[in-house]
């Protein structure tokens, strides 16, 4: 079931009511595990009970990594081997299969290549990592198992998160699973200004700039300026749609009475692509760090081992998005702008410079605009899946384009410009609240009653500018 859909503006006003007419928690529990196996299993039910299986899987490994404290390791890697395997199955069985066939073809060999009709589950990458990070947890003992099967499973499987995360942690979201929630006048206004604000961005800025988008690389042979007119559109549509799903999961959460974490702080203000990857799929982003990077030995070990568990950290990064090359390459490609801004900030601190404080707008603009110019290239590696097109593309100069290229390409920046910029003017209202007040998601109370306000002219906008071609959330095929 798809957020900007008519079964889903049915589906949670009912979960709503019914849910806050239950008397206790533990039925509040109950009907919300229900209804997330409802959510997953709407249009394939086997869904459910694949999710069902990993959450059997880890709710039996905590148990017994504590009855049998002395099969720990063994309890756990087991349970890795469960869920990478699940997850391995469902996304990468058939991009296996076809990397070793066109080894075989490469080296003259002929071999039998089995076809697998494999429907990727939704929210696999998600609820798998979720799961996986407990179990890691209970290793580490930084969490207690948990005895209630309903409750580790809701913990799993809560339906405003389920499909395309954040990625929550079991000492975030598990407390509030465990206790009593409750329902206030301010949440309910939070909730519904995200679940406003998120359905704008899905259905007027994501949809109408990933239209852009779609129509310029569906070109046969684009040139220089239409092709990065499409990215710059990409850039909007993936940062909108993305944002616009956490936005909503979010609201729909606190109007049940849960808090789920932030995944996004305006990344395309970013100064650096390090700065880039901790605004960005932030919980991501963060599971990798933890899970990853660090158990390789982080930073803590010598120059080039700490370059090589960077490298691996985004080369997992990409494949994780998805079974192509073009990913792997676009998560490599992070690696070495983080290695690179690494790199230059030993040269940089070596230099005789003049006091950065005379320096610092100027300077912080030009990081900007590079950080920037260096995501959008990444995202053209993202988006073109096909490796031999992308390299062309990326061979693409600014004299291979048609006569009137440049004039149409500008119509489409502009446009996109247009569109996003709902997105450019909260970014830099965020800051200058952050700047001055430094107080978070406190907003004044002046603010406050403007809320309703806003949630109208977002309804209006939707009405009047939404796309005539809506499209499902991107990051529902990972």
């Not at 942690?169 to 309910?188: F, K």
């Not at 803590?300 to 990064?317: C, K, P, Y």
């Amino acid at each position: 079931m798809s957020f900007n859909s008519i079964p889903y503006l049915l589906f949670l006003p009912m979960v709503f009511a019914v849910y806050w007419l239950l008397p206790t928690r533990m039925w509040q529990n109950v009907f919300l595990l229900a209804a997330s196996y409802f959510f997953l299993g709407f249009v394939q039910p086997w869904f459910a009970l694949l999710i069902l299986a990993v959450s059997s899987v880890n709710y039996l490994a905590g148990l017994a990594m504590q009855r049998w404290p002395r099969q720990k390791r063994l309890v756990l890697v087991s349970a890795l081997v469960f869920c990478l395997g699940v997850l391995g199955y469902f996304k990468y069985a058939n991009f296996f299969l076809d990397n070793v066939a066109a080894l075989f073809a490469a080296l003259g060999l002929t071999t039998f290549r089995p076809s697998l009709a494999v429907i990727l589950p939704v929210g696999i990458s998600f609820y798998t990592f979720q799961a996986l990070a407990y179990s890691v947890d209970v290793y580490r003992k930084r969490t207690e198992p948990q005895r209630n099967f309903i409750d580790f499973c809701l913990f799993i499987s809560f339906f405003p998160q389920l499909v395309a995360g954040p990625i929550e942690r079991s000492g975030d979201l598990m407390p509030q699973v465990e206790n009593r929630r409750r329902v206030t006048p301010a949440r309910i206004n939070h909730g519904l200004m995200l679940l406003c604000w998120g359905f704008f961005k899905k259905m007027v800025i994501a949809d109408n700039t990933g239209l852009i988008a779609y129509k310029v690389f569906s070109l046969t042979d684009p040139g220089f300026y239409l092709v990065w007119t499409g990215v710059f559109a990409f850039a909007i549509q993936i940062l909108a749609d993305f944002w616009a799903y956490t936005d909503i999961a979010r609201g729909s959460a606190l109007l049940l009475g849960f808090r789920l974490s932030r995944n996004f702080d305006h990344p395309y203000f970013a100064t650096s692509p390090a700065d880039f990857w901790r605004r960005w799929h932030m919980s991501l982003s963060y599971w990798l760090r933890d899970y990853v990077y660090i158990p390789l030995g982080g930073s803590r070990v010598g120059s080039a081992r700490a370059a090589g568990n960077i490298m691996i950290t985004f080369l997992l990064s990409g494949l994780w998005h998805g079974a192509s090359w073009n990913f792997v390459l676009w998560g490599g490609y992070h690696g070495l702008l983080v290695l690179g801004q690494r790199g230059l900030r030993k040269l940089v601190l070596r230099l005789p410079l003049p006091d950065p404080g005379r320096l610092r707008p100027g300077v912080q603009g030009a990081k900007w605009l590079v950080t920037f110019v260096l995501v959008c290239i990444g995202w053209l590696m993202f988006r073109v899946t096909d490796t031999d097109r992308l390299f062309g593309l990326l061979h693409l100069a600014p004299w291979h384009a048609g006569p009137d290229e440049a004039g149409i390409a500008a119509y489409l920046f502009f446009l996109s410009l247009l569109y996003s910029l709902p997105i450019w003017l909260h970014g830099l209202a965020h800051l200058r609240w952050m700047r001055h007040h430094r107080l978070g998601d406190a907003l004044p109370d002046r603010l406050l009653m403007a809320r309703p306000l806003l949630m109208g002219l977002l309804l209006l906008g939707i009405l009047v500018l939404r796309s005539p071609e809506p499209s499902t959330f991107i990051y529902f095929q990972f």
